[in-house]
């Protein structure tokens, strides 16, 4: 009998298909809900009385939501450069750098913040912070959100790295080019759809944050997040829904974005 006779389709067990469209559902429809209620004209949330986009122009109104949108715009962009540039020189150092002791562990230690619980790496966070005397207001929003977005950066990178053609840089150096010049003419421009894919993702991650921020976050540093859940606390309503929304169709774009440009320009065998 050969190996993939036997081989069992998960799909195939009875109940799975319909215990996975459930699941889809649970996590799927309240999202669709969320969405063609931020386009109702009634304040209530749960009565439809017509179409409308009041509450997005009212949204753009509100100064506390500008603010917050200021907020995260700045710690987004500071912590996508840094990470970015970080997570880069942490992928060519493993990958085509020579080879030393200790990469398990730097790879380990990469990829921690996505294996640990996000609350405890918020509580760690706050803790070193006031341990170490650190007030900086949103500085500490920003350096906990670099520190947190390098894995997420690192690894479009790193699998940009895989799929390169590593004798192109032996070919350039043969012609005695630099090492700079190597990497600025050949492996830069090759690898520059991996670290967009990998500043889009580390953007819209530090952009989605709650935790972390509310963690360290200190008085007046409230992102997006923070100041949603802020408005809750006074009830849900479609300005809630529309501020919610417009973050939902962001992360959509920019995860759609870093899907597709990691996958342009792939050497293909």
Not at 201 to 218: E, K, N, Q, R
Request: aromatic fraction near 10%; hydrophobic fraction near 50%; charged fraction near 10%.
């Amino acid at each position: 009998m050969s190996s993939r006779s036997r081989r069992t389709r998960v799909g195939r067990f009875p109940g799975f298909g319909t215990l996975a469209w459930l699941c889809m559902a649970c996590l799927y429809v309240p999202i669709i809900i969320l969405v063609v209620f931020s386009f109702n004209s009634n304040r209530a949330v749960t009565i439809w009385s017509g179409f409308s986009v009041d509450w997005y122009l009212r949204a753009t109104q509100n100064e506390g939501l500008q603010q917050a949108a200021v907020n995260s715009l700045i710690v987004a962009v500071i912590a996508t450069i840094v990470s970015t540039a970080m997570a880069t020189g942490i992928a060519l150092a493993t990958s085509r750098g020579r080879p030393f002791r200790g990469t398990t562990a730097v790879l380990a230690v990469v990829s921690m913040p996505m294996m640990i619980p996000e609350i405890v790496i918020a509580v760690g966070t706050l803790s070193f912070f006031v341990l170490a005397g650190i007030r900086l207001g949103l500085g500490n929003v920003i350096i906990a959100h670099c520190v947190f977005c390098i894995p997420f950066a690192y690894l479009p990178i790193r699998a940009r790295l895989e799929v390169m053609d590593a004798r192109l840089d032996e070919a350039a150096r043969d012609l005695y080019a630099s090492p700079w010049n190597t990497f600025r003419l050949v492996t830069l421009p090759l690898l520059l759809p991996g670290i967009l894919s990998g500043a889009m993702l580390a953007f819209i991650i530090s952009l989605d944050d709650y935790i972390i921020t509310a963690m360290v976050g200190g008085a007046g540093t409230s992102t997006l997040p923070v100041y949603v859940y802020t408005m809750l606390r006074l009830g849900v309503t479609p300005e809630i829904n529309a501020i919610s929304t417009v973050l939902l169709a962001v992360s959509i774009l920019f995860v759609s974005g870093s899907y597709f440009l990691g996958r342009k320009g792939k050497p293909t065998s």
